[in-house]
T-cell receptor, first 112, second 115 residues
Framework: GNSVTQMEGPVTLSEEAFLTINCTYTATGYPSLFWYVQYPGEGLQLLLKATKADDKGSNKGFEATYRKETTSFHLEKGSVQVSDSAVYFCALGSYGNNRLAFGKGNQVVVIP | EAGVTQFPSHSVIEKGQTVTLRCDPISGHDNLYWYRRVMGKEIKFLLHFVKESKQDESGMPNNRFLAERTGGTYSTLKVQPAELEDSGVYFC?????????????FGPGTRLLVL
């Protein structure tokens, strides 16, 4: 079945540092890939998505590229801010498959 | 346009009691989903409605959980009787139809604690 693996553990970094959160997936067919973010006290918000191989999703300075050859969708941001502190979830959804499969999420803490 | 709303935001109940969670999807969205995140684990799919019909309920953990979507608008998820392991955050999401309707939009979640 479809599954998503995110790197283990929280991520703590200083403001203006470079952020990478790894995400790899296992899927049949041609899934869409998503990053959702949950800010403290709020619900899940779609951060960005990519629907086919080599697509790059981007939003709020975050980017992720759909790499079919490495089955990855790593999230990156060049210069994080304190306001980026949140939990980030990688997710996979297949066309016609209305289930999203989520990774465990990564808590990101940005220190001033 | 209003987003997905859920009620209540928090619920604390005792084991054996009943709790009903409500979800109001984005207006016009035929697809409605329930997910659950148990502490420290992945967000897991529970079920999927298309309008008022259950399209896929294979993620429902057991028969103590009952989901309904009468009239194809809002949905309820009832847990009866609640057990300790039911504690977690219950998310609802909705999605439109067609190619542009690929994105699921989530509500803020209901945090359920069973004591």
């Amino acid at each position: 079945g479809n599954s998503v693996t995110q790197m283990e553990g929280p991520v703590t970094l200083s403001e203006e540092a470079f952020l990478t959160i790894n995400c790899t997936y296992t899927a049949t067919g041609y899934p869409s890939l998503f990053w959702y973010v949950q800010y403290p006290g709020e619900g899940l918000q779609l951060l960005l998505k990519a629907t086919k191989a080599d697509d790059k999703g981007s939003n709020k300075g975050f980017e992720a590229t759909y790499r079919k050859e490495t089955t990855s969708f790593h999230l990156e941001k060049g210069s994080v801010q304190v306001s980026d502190s949140a939990v980030y979830f990688c997710a996979l959804g297949s066309y016609g498959n209305n289930r999203l499969a989520f990774g465990k999420g990564n808590q990101v803490v940005v220190i001033p | 346009e209003a987003g997905v709303t859920q009620f209540p935001s928090h619920s604390v109940i005792e084991k054996g009691q009943t709790v009903t969670l409500r979800c109001d999807p984005i207006s016009g969205h035929d697809n409605l989903y329930w997910y659950r995140r148990v502490m420290g684990k992945e967000i897991k799919f529970l079920l999927h409605f298309v309008k008022e019909s259950k399209q896929d309920e294979s993620g429902m953990p057991n028969n103590r959980f009952l989901a309904e979507r009468t009239g194809g608008t809002y949905s309820t998820l009832k847990v009866q009787p609640a057990e300790l392991e039911d504690s977690g955050v219950y998310f609802c999401a909705s999605k439109g139809t067609g190619y542009k309707g690929e994105t699921q939009y989530f509500g803020p979640g209901t945090r359920l604690l069973v004591l």
